[in-house]
């Protein structure tokens, strides 16, 4: 009996390891044939590289060629201020949403819960004359407009299940207090939606991040490219260039990687907490 | 300091009515304890009173101001919750001092108060620490430091020992009767403990199912209980019952007979053959080898040993459970058939609609 | 807790009410609606008009989606992209939720170790964006490198092999399931957290009962997670017909070989830039992205009014 579930035990390992490989096995691949030499990569693939092999033939050819950086700081830009905003203004709508009832408030929650279902590229056609009609055509302002429109229904729908939790006593104390309705929710409410921000994160920075559609309409010019736009492009452009390829990717690879590693924890939390409905 | 003034106060959420007609007076510096099972109104009537619950009809007035309309900031309350509702992301000096710098309180005079409730409250060594690094206890005291320090005309609290242990509790009690000494505040305390009630107020207010059964100070609520319900509610374990009717009505006095008890004559008026009466005897004022008019008897089922006094659980004639206290270390066994008698000041009587029945020659 | 409104709220004077509504609600209402309500009407609005040379437009009603759907000129790609899709989304159905189902339930078994690893681990696809993960899978699975050929080889399948994302045969179902192994992390957690909210009671009272891990897994576990996973597939069907991105990073706007892996995001983007074959269309984009809002409403719908309500929801 208990050597069997010794068995099953080894069993399940032995999926969930292969599962890992094939989940793992690419990222590997082409990071490590990153830092190969050209023939290398070619003779001999599934090797790491060693000091024979090793280059960097590839990088430099990255940092020449393309504005890697560049792109790399307006993708940082754009998903820290659209998730920065995401949660000011989604926190505010659902605080208001769930205390400041009014005659239309589940009719306003439903139209703003919309946007979770309905896909907001369908309407690119319109946001992109209205971008150019503003003058922001080329602007990292309109990409963040749009993220933070994308990123609201669900921040909203996820804030609201967390102002839940929190115990309504603290609200009438602090109205027992004379705290003014304002400070209520920025100094009482607010710090206490700590948690919510893990799963707020995950839903939207990487959607915004990893979004190619939007920065392909809405930026034109290589300063404003995000970089995953610019990686797209600077691939288009190398492709046979397997060096500056594999490098372009692993760059663009390794941020995400190791902030996911280091927040994994708290992402997988946020997305456990507040996923189930 | 001032009083409170209840009138006519209801409330209903659609068709459910939740308060009926409730009036109450708290005089300046009074403990007023409002008492009752869950679900009797007494909560809601505390909201009501600090304005976190809207009035449906109705008045109420802090010190002669008429409050209706006014927000809880308006009304110069404070209010103890159960839960303390302590903000968890600020100090204990932060919690207490953070409403009142909106009501206009200069720094100076915040320090002063939260200085000064610290040390009645023996908050000092815990000034610096948040809420989630303190006691159940200790977190209580910060909660009644935040509402000392408002100086409100009422201060209201809202079952504030339940989350306690019983220890504690005993402990957080006697610190609130020494508080309301030292401020000679008005407070208004809500608990559906019937022994908090009896010895922190200097009247009780005794609740059910949305009314006011009975207002009083604890010992006349012992003593006279106007009606059934308080009767039952106050004092532990509750009265004896036993359900009876009148045979006959001889001048002053009236036969009763049940099947729980012998007959009794009481002498009472306003009675007529026929008529339902309920006889009440408390635990405590039945004895084995007693004196008196009222006797009943039954087989004894269990005896609950809890010291100096114990609880005999006796089943009578008419098949209910009886509960008499019985002191000392003579125990009646079980099975041993005894009759218990209670004196003539000791019998209470209700009638069919539960009022409590004026008994000749006795207090109440 | 306070199922009605708050009373400090309703005694709130009116002027005040609104200043804070204005204040909480505003910003959010405001570009929510500016950006995300109103180009969508706005586009729909622009499908019922047809461009002129010249530059004007002028309304033709419907005339742009009998055009789109009949004439064969552009229903032959529409109808082609359109079924494209929808062998995407099957693909992605009968594939990616039942394996990340089974992940699910693997890593929800008790006193499994390296949990944390494991999950960690199968998430981090989902986190790369697609441009990444379609050229690495491209450069993987090209004849050129030989990475791919060679490790069907190790294991005796090198016969297997071919260029599946040149030939038009298979780069859709090849591209489809790229797609799988990035995003198979999304139906796994999600059905991972809701096993998780089964209480542990009722998996020790079936093993007292005398069921295996397996037989718990399926008439215990599974009935009880079906919210979610009906909630995955419209997640998923959401998410495949609005698809573009991995497609036109492998493939282009053209979507080949031939159309083979065109899908109603690459026809639509193509349709409203145009590229080398043809001029851009603003009103036939338009109309595009409006029969695309369309399905994708009636599978949203088709889920809350059919599935959602025969759904019986468990609560713990």
Sequence with gaps: MFLEQRARALAVHVVLVAYSALALGPILLVVMNS??????????????????????????????????????????????????????????????????????????????????????????????????????????TALILVYIAQGLPMAIFILSEFIQQIPMDLRDAARCDGV???????????????????????????????????????????????????????????????????????????????????????LIAGLTSGAVK | MSNLRVEHLGKSYGSANVLIDINLTVENGEFIVL????????????????????VTTGDIYIGDRHVNGLAPAERKIAMVFQSYALYPHMDVRKNMTFGLKFTGVAPAERERRVNEAARMLRLEPLLGRYPRDLSGGQRQRVAIGRAIVREPDVFLFDEPL?????????????????????????????????????????????????????????LDLYYAPANLFVAGFIGSPAMNFFPGAVEAVDGGTARIVGAGFEPLAL?????????????????????????????????????ERLGESSFAHVRRADDKMLVVEVRGRETPAITETVTFRAPLQDIHAFNASGQSIPIKGSSH | MAEPVPQVVAQMPKAKLIGLLALFLGPAVVIYTAFSIYPLLATMQLSTFTGETGGGVHFVGLANFATLLTDSLWSQPFWNAFKNNMIFFAIHMAVQNPIGIALAGLLSLPGLKLKGFYRTVFFLPTMLSVVIVGFSWNLILSPLWGVAKGALTAVGLGSWFAPWLGLESTALATLALMSVWQFVGIPMMLIYAALLNIPDELVDAARVDGLGQLRIFLHIKLPLVLPTIGL?????????????????????????????????????????????????????????ATVMFFIILAGVCLYLFVVQRRMRRYTF
Excluded at chain 1, 55 to 60: F, N, Q, R, V, W
Excluded at chain 1, 64 to 72: E, L
Excluded at chain 2, 271 to 292: C, F, N, S, W, Y
């Design chain 1, 35 to 140: 830092f190969k030499a050209r023939n290398a990569i070619f003779g001999s693939p599934l090797s790491p590289p060693d000091s024979s092999t090793f280059s960097l033939i590839g990088y430099a050819k990255v940092f020449r060629a393309s504005h890697i950086f560049v792109y790399f700081e307006n993708s940082l830009i754009v998903t820290i201020v659209s998730m920065g905003l995401v949660l000011l203004f989604g926190a505010m709508a659902a605080w208001a949403l769930s205390e400041y009832r009014f005659r239309g408030s589940t009719a306003l929650a439903l139209f703003l819960s919309i946007g979770i279902m309905v896909p907001i590229r369908l309407g690119s056609v319109a946001i992109l004359n209205m971008m150019r009609t503003a003058g922001l055509n080329d602007t990292l």
């Design chain 1, 180 to 266: 003014p309705e304002t400070r209520i929710f920025f100094e009482v409410i607010a710090p206490l939606l700590r948690p919510a921000i893990a799963t707020v994160a995950v839903f939207t920075i990487v959607p915004i991040w990893n979004d190619l559609w939007f920065p392909l309409i809405l930026t034109s010019s290589d300063s404003t490219h995000t970089i995953t736009l610019g990686v797209q492009q600077f691939l288009g452009q190398y492709i046979t260039d397997w060096n500056s390829v594999l490098a372009a990717l692993s760059m663009a690879i390794l941020p995400v990687v190791v902030i996911y590693v280091i927040f994994s924890r708290q």
């Design chain 2, 35 to 54: 008492v009752g099972p869950s679900g009797c109104g007494k909560s809601t009537l505390l909201r009501m009173i600090a304005g976190l619950d809207g």
């Design chain 2, 162 to 218: 339940s989350n306690l242990d019983a220890a504690l509790r005993v402990s957080t009690r006697v610190e609130i009767a020494r508080l309301h000494r030292l401020l000679g505040a008005t407070m208004v305390y809500v608990t559906h403990d019937q022994t908090e009630a009896m010895t922190l107020a200097d009247r009780i207010v005794v609740m059910s199912e949305g009314r006011i059964e009975q207002i009083g100070k604890a």
């Design chain 2, 267 to 303: 002498p009472a008026d306003g009675l007529d053959p026929g008529a339902k009466v309920t006889i009440g005897v408390r635990p405590e004022h039945l004895r084995i080898a007693g004196q008196g008019p009222f006797a009943t008897s039954g087989a004894v089922e269990l005896v």
């Design chain 3, 232 to 288: 995955v597939s419209v997640l998923t069907f959401v998410g495949n017909f609005n698809a573009f991105d991995l497609i036109y990073s492998v493939k282009g706007a053209l979507a080949g070989p031939n159309f083979a892996s065109d899908i109603l995001g690459t026809f639509f983007y193509r349709t409203f830039f145009g590229n080398q074959l043809q001029l851009g269309n603003p009103t036939m984009g338009a109309a595009v």
